[in-house]
């Protein structure tokens, strides 16, 4: 007992728990089929992913692809639409979550059927190609009760496990949602000035103010209606076409007004405050155009800086992309350096 209770009896003591525990763990894991890192792929097999399919058990849900079209470029699409991707977040799934996977615990005997009814019901099933070869297939499951893990499910293994990346406090599925809305990049514009052939910009409430610049390498010229600009820098045209490089909308969920289509058309009717038009040198069109906001109960200040009340937001603007029939809400700190008018560029 004297041995048990001095200081090195007590830690060869917690040592030998230690390794009992474990051996009981991975008694039980053995049992699963599944070892500690199975559910992680390292970098070298990352690189080699080129299409990732998201599909929940509930079919009600849809199902979303996601497809490398270059070098870190990624689109995604629902079998109805398709749109450009938020790079990063794939890269984050590719670069950080993957490698880190690692099994906690498998779900214990008590808790197993439930678990396994649940996920039948509501997990989501993730399969990451290279080509047509599926090189990992995953069902990944609800949080654990804590919020510190996830259920995940391998193929082959006879129950569900507790899966984490260690240091990491949260869950995983928010990874792997079928909203295709959440997967769309927030950029809008983004165009390095050697891919920009001519950009047209329109003003219909001032038309006189609307200009077009053609881009032939180091020289640039600008045009109204009226004739060529002639008393505007070659470096100034150029320092503005410089300015089309990721140029985003505010992220997050859809715009509230996409969901109403009586304010929607009020917001048409108004009409175009500040047209965009895009050839890229490999005759790639892109259309930007962007509506005044009404003053909303969302609006922070209803009032301009000298205390008169405004019809529409001073700061954010409404815009649509290639026409498409859903807005994007746009900060006028990011457009701003692109909402020019002709008498901009003129040299006093």
């Given at each position: 007992m004297s041995f048990i209770k001095s200081k090195i009896g007590k830690r060869i003591l917690f040592i030998l728990i230690l390794g009992l525990a474990a051996l009981i763990f991975w008694k039980n894991t053995d049992s699963t089929g599944v070892g500690l890192d199975d559910f992680k792929m390292l970098p070298e097999q990352t690189k080699k992913i080129d299409k990732i399919f998201i599909s929940p058990n509930d079919a009600d849900k849809g199902y979303i692809i996601l497809?490398?079209?270059?070098?870190?470029?990624?689109n995604v699409t629902n079998g109805k639409e398709s749109y450009p991707t938020d790079t990063q977040y794939v890269t984050r799934i590719l670069n950080w979550l993957l490698p880190r996977l690692q099994v906690k615990n498998p779900v214990n005997d008590a808790a197993v059927k439930y678990i396994e009814r649940d996920m039948a019901l509501n997990a989501t099933k993730v399969v990451f190609y290279e080509g047509e070869d599926a090189l990992k297939t995953i069902f990944v499951g609800g949080g654990t009760s804590d919020g510190y893990a996830t259920h995940m499910y391998l193929p082959g293994s006879d129950r569900p496990c507790v899966v984490e990346i260690p240091g990491f406090a949260g869950t995983l599925n928010i990874y792997f949602n079928t909203d295709i809305n959440n997967w769309k990049?927030?950029?809008l514009i983004d165009y390095p000035i050697h891919e920009i052939a001519t950009l047209e910009v329109d003003w219909p409430f001032t038309p006189e103010q609307s200009f077009v610049i053609s881009n032939?390498?180091?020289?640039?010229?600008?045009?109204?209606?009226?004739?060529?600009?002639?008393?505007?820098?070659?470096?100034?045209?150029?320092?503005?076409?410089?300015?089309?490089?990721?140029?985003?909308?505010?992220?997050?969920?859809?715009?509230?007004?996409?969901?109403?289509?009586?304010?929607?058309?009020?917001?048409?009717?108004?009409?175009?405050?500040?047209?965009?038009?895009?050839?890229?040198?490999?005759?790639?069109?892109?259309?930007?155009?962007?509506?005044?906001?009404?003053?909303?109960?969302e609006t922070y200040s209803l009032s301009d800086k000298v205390g008169?009340?405004?019809?529409?937001?001073?700061?954010?603007?409404?815009?649509?992309?290639?026409?498409?029939?859903?807005?994007?809400?746009?900060?006028?700190?990011?457009?701003?350096?692109?909402?020019?008018?002709a008498k901009d560029f003129v040299r006093e």
């Open positions: 497809t490398k079209v270059a070098q870190d470029k990624w990049t927030t950029v032939k390498g180091e020289n640039a010229s600008m045009r109204t209606k009226a004739g060529p600009v002639k008393n505007v820098s070659n470096n100034t045209i150029l320092t503005y076409l410089n300015m089309f490089r990721k140029l985003s909308r505010e992220s997050g969920a859809t715009v509230g007004i996409n969901t109403n289509p009586k304010a929607k058309s009020e917001v048409l009717k108004g009409g175009i405050l500040f047209h965009l038009k895009i050839t890229s040198t490999k005759g790639i069109v892109e259309n930007l155009d962007v509506y005044r906001r009404p003053v909303s109960t008169k009340l405004k019809d529409f937001e001073t700061d954010s603007y409404f815009a649509r992309l290639n026409n498409d029939s859903e807005f994007y809400v746009i900060q006028d700190i990011v457009f701003d350096k692109i909402m020019k008018q």
